[in-house]
């Protein structure tokens, strides 16, 4: 893969700004790589230490890609693969061996000094600055970063309500703000079963939303307005009504002023937003109806207009007032939650960008490099057009204040796949860098170009010939999206494949995308035609591992999953198999099987009295597979007799268990019932595995979840807890806890890949198979009104209706529009992600179910093009053969001393005793004063706490022993090993005081300071390291010498 798109480091001028557009599969991130490759080996480019160049991702997986790939090739040119060498010559201004050198240098550099290595995410750069200035931000150094701040809201909120009470201003507070939210509500959804849940979750919501935007305070109106407007509607309505009433005029029953009028009379203003405002209440009276008809008709006329105008000028206030109840609510509760997070010592993931953009200006960056460290000169941006305002509102004063110094900006993304403006990306921030108008581009003191990556390294010429079809041909026609299409360049891009003369096709289905209700889902459409297509690429060479399935929806991708694993179920008849699968909506191991039984047993554990947990995991495969490899067969049917006999059993359901089943609860469950709240958390887990043999061959399809609980274990045990109750509370949290449940997903397996649209940004594939249903447009939560002082508007198309009535021209139509247009690019963007996937073969399945979008932008009927072939992959093939990792199934070790109560003085000495022999090997000539040197450095690190000259005196007699003298004497291809640790193949770990390794034997020494407390417990202890070490020197005779140093005595054991 080569491109032209970088100078050589020797033609490079300082300060600039490179702006790269790259199309799907046009290389990209390898041109990013290879531009950091570039400045870190380059002698031509100013500050270019690792510390002075940061490369900046949008997702951990890409932060861990670029740094593989820019160790592979440094490791590359080191070892002179050419092509590289080749490569990376032409853009370095240096002789090869001199860029093999320093490419070999850098590797050693990268390891010895990874903190150094800038490559990460903006939010993981964010948190470094935030970190660096976090006195000045008032915060406590040892502060956690969470990324679900759930739990501290919910406990939050739960302190605040204790001052919400009759009579103080809190309690009046809250009684009108559930007053208003319940006059703000239709009819239907009025009462509140809940108040303090649905004003929370709102308050979440808010939060959020507000966190990731540059605004410094909310502002809203009015209510009092809103009050004004209802007595004006329900007089006008109500004298509409009389009108009507004292006429002869006949009432239209096209018309809503019926409901408008019962809804007002009740109070339900809120109601009439919603009501069609088009057809007066009366019908038009015949043009020979009377004069005084005719009067009467147009002044019914005149009130409804000047009704339906007060009602679209309280639409308008309805739309500014609507979120003021839960704006009230959120400030007055914010005290409160930041109190909740420093007394924690928590941080909100979204406080960190919001916080630092009102600390980061242009006078303060210089203390925040100084703080870091070192100064960043070099900025590499990856996937610019997923930079958020307010991101963009941080990183702007730092990299032009490394501008300002010499440095450079070098940012890569793609406007036509920006798919992320959910999380308020917002890819006009890289559009203000395409601007033709150059006087509005940032950093005008910089030299500035804008360079394109225009041919396609992925897809194969049909594929592109395709997508060009409907980007560019069927789009633009379209008046509907036509605009937005323009705005991040979808109708207007240049791409050529890298060879024009190659195979390639591409199918696209229109299937009718029946419901369960319709027809049984054995025959549906969509998964047959699914399953037809999986058949014929399995028998033209395709591996499951070179395809993909790729849906907009995550629960599609839980229905596909489930259709590939039902595959081979319904189509027993042609010998066909389930198709092994990897889904990437859900990779939290929590959705696993043994996952919930293990957590459902540790959370009976914990709690005795939960029947339902208890029940869970007498239910699930461990059990049932325990029992069964131990002999004591218990059936499904068993287990479900049993619940249901004890469902009303007035006593908990395990002490039914004992008794029905006591010989399975003293087998499986008593010693862990007992252990529970006094084993240490992990050492829990691994007994209940070693107790119901889980990495036995029989339930080995779990074994990646099992070891994940273990390693999240861990990680939990890391934070300073090991509570039983606080793990289970943890295994209990929602997806915002997900990414420490998450699995790595294995490269070689070979399993159809199923994932979203998102989940597939970046990837490419030999076959991608894109299922698209119908799309509804998704009602907007918020939309924002302001940039510094902002407000919270509700807006849909009811509600602009409403206002039409009052103002034709209201500035809420061009918000509500620019937000419906920044929708609409998403979903376009994420139809050009999901058609660009593919490398060889690109199958497209249309499931009509109603609605348009997206089936209008693709040519009518069944289409295809190009060939479909044999597939041979000449590729080399990735698979490894599995090694299984080694489980000890034996119960946690228990050393063979008898601990007895001992003095702490008395131990103290005796640790002191040992670190001072742990310095001694041999005795040599000038023993005694090398013996005093030792005693006298160990008795300062115990704060002189013992005499010297005494100590170095009955160290020297007991070493001068007859029994302990030959171990300390030198003697020829001796080996001596102090404190050593030894570690049994079963994974038991003992360090030993002194082990003496001579040609055919080995002696262990174990110290003992004072009187002989416990000897056959120290017999034992001895007997247990020659087990060990007869494990590593098999050949050797191995004995034991336990040596009392005051007693100057010793005992032999072998």
Request: charged share 25%.
């Amino acid at each position: 893969m080569t491109n032209t798109v970088l100078k050589r480091d020797d033609t490079e001028v300082f300060p600039h700004v490179v702006i790269l557009k790259a199309s799907a599969g046009s290389g990209k991130t390898h041109t990013l790589t290879k531009r950091y490759v570039q400045f870190v080996l380059s002698s031509e480019i100013p500050e270019n230490r690792l510390r002075n160049i940061l490369a900046v991702t949008f997702s951990n997986n890409a932060a861990k890609e670029m740094r593989q790939r820019i160790v592979l090739w440094l490791k590359e040119i080191c070892l002179n693969y050419n092509s590289r060498v080749t490569e990376i010559k032409k853009i370095i201004n240096l002789p090869e061996e001199e860029i093999k050198r320093r490419s070999c240098l850098l590797i050693d550099e990268i390891l010895n000094h990874y903190s150094d290595f800038q490559v990460k995410t903006i939010d993981s750069f964010m948190a470094s600055v935030f970190k660096a200035s976090v006195l000045d931000l008032g915060y406590e150094p040892d502060f956690e970063i969470l990324l679900n701040g759930d739990d501290i809201m919910e406990y939050a909120f739960e302190v605040f309500l204790r001052s919400v009470r009759e009579g103080t201003h809190h309690g009046a507070m809250v009684s009108d703000i559930v007053r208003i939210i319940m006059e703000n509500r239709s009819e239907d959804s009025r009462f509140l079963w809940d108040p303090s849940r649905t004003i929370l979750e709102e308050i979440k919501k808010i939060y959020k939303k507000i966190s990731k935007t540059k605004s410094v305070q909310i502002v809203y109106g009015n209510t009092n307005d809103a009050e004004k407007i209802k007595g004006k509607i329900k007089d006008a309505a109500l004298k509409l009504d009389e009108l009507i009433e004292g006429s002869e005029l006949s009432r239209s029953g096209n018309s809503s002023f019926g409901e408008i009028l019962k809804s007002v009379q009740m109070g339900n203003f809120a109601d009439i937003i919603n009501r069609g405002l088009k057809n007066p209440p009366i019908k038009k009276p015949a043009k020979k109806s009377s004069e005084s008809e005719l009067v009467l008709y147009d002044e019914a006329v005149s009130v409804w207009r000047g009704l339906t105008s007060l009602i679209g000028q309280f639409a308008e206030i309805f739309s500014r007032t609507y979120f003021i109840p839960f704006i009230r609510a959120y400030e007055a509760f914010a005290a409160t939650l930041q109190h909740a997070k420093k007394q924690k010592g928590k941080v909100f993931i979204e406080d960190i960008s919001r916080r630092l953009s009102l600390y980061i200006d242009g006078d303060i960056v210089p203390d925040v490099y100084f703080r870091l460290g070192e100064t960043i000169y070099h900025y590499l941006i990856d996937e610019f057009q997923d930079t958020s305002p307010i991101q963009w509102k941080n990183l702007y004063p730092l990299i032009e204040n490394s501008l300002s110094q010499g440095g450079s900006l070098f940012a890569v993304g793609d406007t036509k796949q920006a798919i992320y403006g959910f999380r308020d990306a917002d890819y006009s921030i890289m559009k203000s860098f395409e601007s033709e108008d150059v006087e509005n581009r940032p950093f005008l003191s910089a030299e500035h170009r804008v360079t394109e990556l225009s041919v396609n390294f992925r897809s194969q010429q049909p594929i592109l010939d395709f997508n060009e079809e409907i980007f560019k041909h069927i789009l633009p026609q379209n008046e509907t999206y036509n605009f937005a299409a323009q705005l991040s360049g979808l109708s207007d891009y240049t791409q050529t494949a890298k060879n024009i003369a190659s195979n390639g096709f591409v199918r696209v289905d229109t299937v009718s995308a029946l419901t369960d209700s319709d027809e049984t889902s054995e025959t549906e459409p969509v998964k047959q035609k699914l399953y037809a297509i999986l058949d014929d690429l399995k028998l033209r060479g395709y591996k499951y591992k070179d395809i993909a399935v790729l849906t907009m929806k995550n629960d599609d991708v839980v229905t596909i999953s489930t259709w590939l694993n039902e595959k081979g179920i319904e189509n027993q008849n042609d010998n066909s198999e389930s198709v092994p699968f990897i889904s990437y909506s859900s990779l939290d191991i929590r959705k696993t099987n043994a996952a919930c039984e293990i957590v459902a047993l540790l959370n009976f554990l914990d709690s005795p009295l939960d029947d339902l947990s208890f029940a869970t995991f007498l239910s699930g495969r461990i059990f049932a597979a325990a029992a069964a490899l131990n002999n004591q067969t218990i059936t499904l049917d068993d287990i479900r007799t049993f619940l249901f006999n004890h469902r009303r059993e007035n006593s908990p359901l395990y002490k039914c268990f004992q008794a029905d089943y006591p010989e399975l609860w003293n087998t499986f469950f008593e010693q862990l019932f007992n252990s529970a709240g006094y084993f240490p958390l992990y050492d829990l887990v691994t007994e209940i595995y070693r107790v119901f043999k889980v990495f036995d061959e029989t339930q080995m399809s779990s074994e990646a979840s099992l070891v994940k609980i273990l390693e999240v274990i861990k990680t939990f045990e890391e934070t300073g807890k090991n509570s039983l109750r606080d793990f289970v509370n943890f295994a209990a949290e929602g997806d915002g806890a997900s990414q420490e449940w998450n699995i790595d997903v294995p490269k070689t397996e070979d399993a159809v890949s199923v994932m979203t649209v998102h989940k597939s940004k970046g990837l490419g594939f030999p076959v991608t198979i894109v299922i698209l249903y119908a799309q509804k447009d998704r009602p907007f939560d918020y939309i924002l009104e302001g940039d510094t002082d902002v407000s919270l508007l509700k807006l849909n198309k009811k509600i602009l209706a409403a206002i039409s009535h009052y103002d034709d021209n209201s500035p809420l139509n061009s918000l509500y529009e620019k937000e419906k247009t920044k929708e609409l690019v998403n979903k376009l963007n994420a139809l050009y992600v999901s058609l660009t996937r593919a490398k060889n073969e690109l199958y497209v399945i249309l499931a009509t179910n109603g609605g348009k979008y997206p089936f209008e932008l693709f040519p009518e009927g069944d289409t295809e093009a190009g060939r479909r072939v044999l597939y041979s992959d000449a590729s080399e093939d990735t698979s490894t053969d599995v090694m299984p990792i080694l489980h000890t199934l034996r119960p946690p070790y228990h050393f063979g001393v008898n601990l007895t109560p001992i003095n702490i003085g008395e131990k103290q000495r005796g640790d002191f005793i040992h670190r001072v022999l742990s310095f001694v090997d041999y005795i040599s000539d000038d023993f005694k004063n090398t013996l005093n040197r030792i005693v006298e450095m160990v008795n300062l690190e115990y704060g002189n706490l013992y005499n010297v000259k005494e100590t170095t005196e009955s160290l020297l007699r007991f070493l001068q022993h007859d029994d302990i003298k030959p171990y300390f004497i030198h003697a020829k291809e001796r080996v001596l090993k102090k404190e050593q640790e030894y570690t049994t193949a079963t994974g038991v770990t003992l360090r030993m005081d002194r082990v003496v390794i001579d040609n055919d034997s080995v002696c262990v020494i174990d110290y003992k300071t004072g009187r002989a407390h416990d000897e056959m417990g120290y017999v034992s202890q001895i007997k247990d390291y020659l087990r060990i070490l007869r494990e590593f020197y098999p050949n050797k005779n191995c004995t034991g010498l336990i040596a009392y140093t005051d007693m100057q005595g010793s005992s032999l054991i072998k």
